[in-house]
T-cell receptor, first 110, second 113 residues
Framework: GQQVMQIPQYQHVQEGEDFTTYCNSS?????IQWYKQRPGGHPVFLIQ?????EVKKQKRLTFQFGEAKKNSSLHITATQTTDVGTYFC??????????FGQGTILTVHP | DAGITQSPRHKVTETGTPVTLRCHQT?????MYWYRQDPGHGLRLIHY???????DKGEVSDGYSVSRSKTEDFLLTLESATSSQTSVYFC????????????FGPGTRLTVL
């Protein structure tokens, strides 16, 4: 089945530093979704990308979908302590089934 | 937050016992999903439903069964719980599937001793 690899598994940053997490697939993806999960919480939808080369921004967060639709990235500029959590990418297929990456756990030191 | 509740929120059980987890939604969404979350594995799909009485297997369905007799309820049953099924279980809902946002419930932490 479809697999989505996500790196890094962990990222520790100082507040104010930038952060990037990457997702890669060996197959072409129809779409990529990004979710954030706060410690002890549930995944919360951030954004969806569907077009080749698509770039979307949400305040300090920038999401990209690769030209070949096989990779995606999430970049956070000037991290804040409120950015702490696990960030997941997920690829959607028929019936809305999601295949998740392993997630990147972000720790922000004040 | 979308109207999704899961019960129980925490459960400790013994190996070999059956366990049923319940997901209840008030959004009238057609699609419902059960995932499990384990460290290093992200979330993995167990079963999903695309309508009342319409269900299918996901990536890790062995040892699990589901039922959906009403739009609002999706039940996950562990037929004979094993220690490898110790996990956090999340229910999710989606209005139209494929390119649609999924809304997750608060999760159920299950421990099988």
């Amino acid at each position: 089945g479809q697999q989505v690899m996500q790196i890094p598994q962990y990222q520790h940053v100082q507040e104010g530093e930038d952060f990037t997490t990457y997702c890669n697939s060996s197959t072409t993806l129809s779409n990529i979704q990004w979710y954030k999960q706060r410690p002890g919480g549930h995944p919360v939808f951030l954004i969806q990308l569907v077009k080749s080369g698509e770039v979307k921004k949400q305040k300090r967060l920038t999401f990209q979908f690769g030209e070949a639709k096989k990779n995606s990235s999430l970049h956070i500029t000037a991290t804040q302590t409120t950015d702490v959590g696990t960030y997941f990418c997920a690829s959607g297929t028929s019936y809305g089934k999601l295949t998740f990456g392993q997630g990147t756990i972000l720790t922000v030191h004040p | 937050d979308a109207g999704i509740t899961q019960s129980p929120r925490h459960k400790v059980t013994e190996t070999g016992t059956p366990v049923t987890l319940r997901c209840h939604q008030t959004e009238n969404h057609r699609y419902m999903y059960w995932y499990r979350q384990d460290p290093g594995h992200g979330l993995r799909l167990i079963h999903y439903s695309y309508g009342v009485k319409d269900t299918d297997k996901g990536e890790v369905s062995d040892g699990y069964s589901v039922s959906r007799s009403k739009t609002e309820d999706f039940l996950l049953t562990l037929e004979s719980a094993t220690s490898s099924q110790t996990s956090v279980y999340f229910c999710a809902i989606s209005e139209s599937g494929l390119t649609d946002t999924q809304y997750f419930g608060p999760g159920t932490r299950l421990t099988v001793l």
